[in-house]
């Protein structure tokens, strides 16, 4: 069965981005996917695992995995590459080796699936026996004339086995047997072939039973397949808002760098203009004191800039994971899209809403209360008794070659004395020179053959045999089975408990949201507007500068603050859109509105066999 079209999985399509680039990536991913859900179907054959176990350690798949260092060492510098938030977003869905590790968990999961149904498939079974035993012979019953009893058989045995979806079990056996022996009377077919052919049930019903009570493991592992698919899509959606923080941090350090830069060229021709009128003695010396004492400030301001900015960088690039194309680095991300303010409509009651349907998180937690709740009534059937309805029916078949066995003398029906074999009169048995005629004694004829004779005699139909009964255990204290229902009780309701901490938790990471979003809006107003004032007052204060009217002190003052000004509207630029990513992954809108979809592969399609 191929993988493809039966496997429950996750296809991950990415689509809407607009650069080349970034669709290729989206296709490459959705291939990605493909190769894990291949897993499932890669089990060696035969051969292979006889190799492995003959050999010492392990495979050499895994020894290469143990030594690989490809990915290590890969944040040293590159070539900054121009890239955009949505080619960061595809990338990261590529590359990201926390979402490749997530992206396991559906196909795990899908294999438990197979594993549940597994108890339904039918089972094969066969044995192969040749014995033979020799012993002194105790009676002429079993060992006729001889002295040693000898028996020997060969067996050959096949048949087939079914669970039934009501708890059953359905065999159906053939059985072949080839025996020798001592002629005897015990012993009037030699060789001698037995067959049978049987069909036996053990049903219970109690415990163990219930309507499809088997198929609960399936329900409960299909349960918890969804369940990793719900898990994955959150591993995805905070993924997808991880890039966007990430990306818009370095944005922030970037214009926090040019900022810096300014402050510091402002402040360095500052110096200049003062050294100049100090060596013409239109300034005192602390003028140029002050603005050098300035520039050594935001020299160290540009640092620490810098600093931050190659944090944040290296933070994103470990994030994507990406290798920068024909280089072993990885890929040296230059921010193209500026903070702007995404008209966004801020409704908590339908974010709320709107989280209750779509959060994975809480569909995760449900699936997780829905499984315990299976697994509580899977305990709950442990504590009845064990009562079980035993039957079979089958038929037989015996054929052989006819062996004579001696057994006494013919006797006159008038005496009752031995009949001499010459005269044919009854003679003395005391007499020595008698020699009676002795009777011998033989199988019918009906069984006269040989294993064919046996197979036609099993399919005569005069042969059979039946059985029918039933067998009860009641544990008196049944401790084990309470404990099990009880630790089952006790998980459902933890898993209760979660989903209302699930729900607890995503209110206040909305409502956390709403605030920091009406927040950000008031506060890019003001920022704004602070930066406006402050680029004016640095103009009307380097006017007044020019003509003697203000002290370079106040100059610098003021420049400084319209450096903090700039960065702080861009720092609420940049803060309403990572607020802004986070309010969507908290309600669930995330991935849609990134264009990201997550599709299911058509559900693995039940054996036929698996159904009865």
Not at 214 to 239: C, D, I, K, P, R
Request: hydrophobic share 40%; glycine share 6%; net charge neutral.
């Amino acid at each position: 069965m191929k993988a493809w079209g039966s496997v429950f999985g996750i296809l991950l399509l990415v689509a809407g981005v607009s650069q080349a680039r970034a669709e290729d990536e989206a296709t490459a991913v959705a291939g990605a996917n493909g190769n894990d859900v291949h897993l499932l179907d890669q089990v060696p054959d035969y051969a292979t695992i006889l190799a492995h176990q003959w050999s010492d350690g392990v495979p050499q798949d895994v020894t290469d995995s143990e030594t690989s260092t490809e990915k290590y060492g890969r944040l040293i510098n590159a070539p900054l590459q121009p890239t955009t938030l949505a080619e960061c977003v595809a990338l990261a869905l590529r590359n990201n080796t926390d979402l490749q590790i997530s992206r396991l968990g559906p196909t795990a999961a899908t294999a438990g699936v197979r594993k549940s149904r597994a108890i339904f498939d039918p089972t094969l079974f066969g044995n192969i026996n040749r014995d033979r035993n020799n012993s002194p012979a105790t009676t002429f019953l079993t060992g006729g004339n001889a002295t040693t009893l000898f028996n020997e058989s060969f067996t050959a045995n096949a048949g087939l086995r079914k669970t039934l979806i009501s708890g059953g079990q359905l065999s159906l056996q053939f059985n072949n047997t080839r025996r020798l022996a001592n002629a005897s009377i015990a012993n009037l077919l030699l060789p001698q072939y037995i067959t049978s052919l049987g069909l036996s049930l053990n049903q219970p019903l109690l415990r163990n039973f219930g309507w499809k009570y088997s198929l609960l493991m399936v329900e409960m592992a299909q349960s918890m397949e969804q369940s990793a698919y719900e898990q994955y899509a959150a591993a995805l959606t905070q993924l997808v808002a991880m890039v966007e923080k990430g990306y818009w941090a370095l944005v922030l350090a970037t214009e926090n760098v040019h900022v810096q830069e300014q402050g510091l060229a402002l402040a360095t021709e500052l110096l200049r203009q003062n050294q100049g009128k100090f060596n013409v003695g239109a300034l005192p010396q602390t003028a140029v004191l002050e603005a050098k004492v300035d520039v050594a400030s935001r020299e160290a301001l540009l640092i620490q800039a810098r600093n931050s900015l190659d944090v944040a960088r290296d933070n994103l690039r470990a994030l994507l994971n990406a290798r920068q194309p024909g280089a072993a680095s990885l890929i040296m991300i230059d921010p193209q899209d500026k903070p702007t303010v995404e008209p966004y409509q801020i409704d908590l009651n339908r974010s709320l809403q709107m989280a209750l349907e779509q959060r994975p998180e809480i569909h995760a937690a449900r699936l997780d209360v829905h499984s315990h709740g299976l697994q509580r009534k899977v305990a709950e059937n442990q504590l009845l008794p064990s009562l079980n309805l035993v039957g079979g029916i089958g038929v037989n078949g015996t054929a052989g070659t006819r062996q004579k066995v001696p057994f006494g003398f013919v006797t006159d029906p008038k005496t009752g004395l031995p009949i001499d074999q010459n005269t044919g009169l009854p003679v003395d048995p005391k007499d020595p020179n008698a020699r009676a005629i002795v009777n011998q004694i033989t199988a019918p004829p009906s069984v006269e053959g040989g294993y064919s004779r046996s197979l036609d005699l099993l399919t005569d139909g005069r042969y059979y045999n039946y059985a029918v009964g039933a067998t009860i255990e009641i544990p008196l204290a049944n401790a084990s089975a309470k404990a099990d229902y009880a630790t089952a009780n006790i998980n459902l309701a933890q898993s209760q408990l979660s989903l209302q901490k699930m729900q607890e938790q995503v209110t206040l990471e909305i409502k956390t949201s709403v605030s920091n979003l009406q927040s950000d809006l008031r506060s890019i107003e003001a920022t704004r507007i602070a930066r406006q004032l402050a680029e004016e007052n640095v103009r009307n204060q380097k006017a007044r500068y020019d003509v003697g009217l203000a002290t370079t002190k106040d100059l610098l003052d003021y420049a400084d603050r319209l450096t903090r000004a700039q960065f702080a509207e861009v720092e609420s630029l940049t803060q309403y859109n990572s607020d802004l990513a986070e309010m969507r992954r908290v309600e669930g809108s995330l991935l849609a509105a990134r264009n990201i979809v997550l599709e299911r592969v058509r559900p693995e399609t039940t054996p036929w066999w698996a159904t009865f």
